[in-house]
């Protein structure tokens, strides 16, 4: 089944612990991207990535790091998690029509 | 700066009724233009995209919409409500070649019976 997948999909941390949300897709996508949804906000886009070892700022880079080593899979990392990244993540790949298929999600909580 | 801009935060329709839900961006250039849909505890599903050519284009379940150039927008429309369809929807454009990826902060759809 083709999808993307996160884990965890819940984590409560403490700040400035550090931390990396997984992600990987399984349909051969070069692009993939992070993104943050809070109420009111919609989806804001942290980084992308074209392909391997290609990566770029989106919207709201601030407190994140992205690696994309092989093409499937591309970690976000909180190195040192504040509480106002608090929220929901989600991962998303995209294929060639620009469809962007997303994971279930990531809900993170800061304290 | 680039923004998408969706007027209503909730819209409230009966079962069978006709929907349309408004989104206006704004760009330099006509962008790649999608609306998703995100049910409750889920991720967001491609409802339907625009990229060119014709201005009115038809996705999943139904949903269509239509693109105006000189208002800058993007609405979404569906002829007769299901209760399947109470959700919150998105607009979003890419942007830079299709590389970034701008939300609108979503409309809340209500279904009465």
């Known amino acids: 089944e083709a999808q993307v997948t996160q884990n965890p999909r819940y984590l409560i941390t403490v700040t400035g612990k550090k931390l990396t949300v997984t992600c990987s897709q399984n349909?051969?996508?070069?692009?993939m991207s992070w993104y943050r949804q809070d109420p009111g906000l919609g989806l804001r886009q942290i980084y992308y990535s074209m392909n391997v070892e290609v990566t770029d700022k989106g919207d709201v880079p601030e407190g994140y790091k992205v690696s994309r080593k092989e093409k499937r899979n591309f970690p976000l990392i909180l190195e040192s998690p504040s509480p106002n990244q608090t929220s929901l993540y989600f991962c998303?790949?995209?294929?060639?029509?620009?469809?962007?298929?997303f994971g279930p999600g990531t809900r993170l909580t800061v304290t | 700066a680039q923004s998408v801009t969706q007027p209503d935060i909730h819209i409230t329709v009966s079962e069978g009724a006709s929907l349309e839900l408004r989104c206006n961006y704004s760009y330099g250039a006509t962008p790649y233009l999608f609306w998703y849909v995100q049910s409750p505890g889920q991720g967001l599903q491609l409802l339907l995209k625009?990229?060119?050519?014709?201005?009115l284009v038809q996705g999943i379940k139904g949903f269509e919409a239509e693109f105006k150039r000189s208002q800058s927008s993007f609405n979404l429309r569906k002829p007769s409500v299901h209760w399947s369809d109470a959700a919150e929807y998105f607009c979003?454009?890419?942007?830079?070649?299709?590389?970034?990826?701008?939300f609108g902060a979503g409309t809340r759809l209500f279904v009465k019976a």
């Open positions: 349909m051969n996508h070069e692009y």
């Open positions: 625009y990229f060119s050519g014709d201005t």
């Open positions: 979003a454009v890419g942007i830079g070649g299709g590389f970034k990826t701008i």
């Open positions: 998303a790949s995209r294929d060639n029509s620009y469809e962007q298929y």
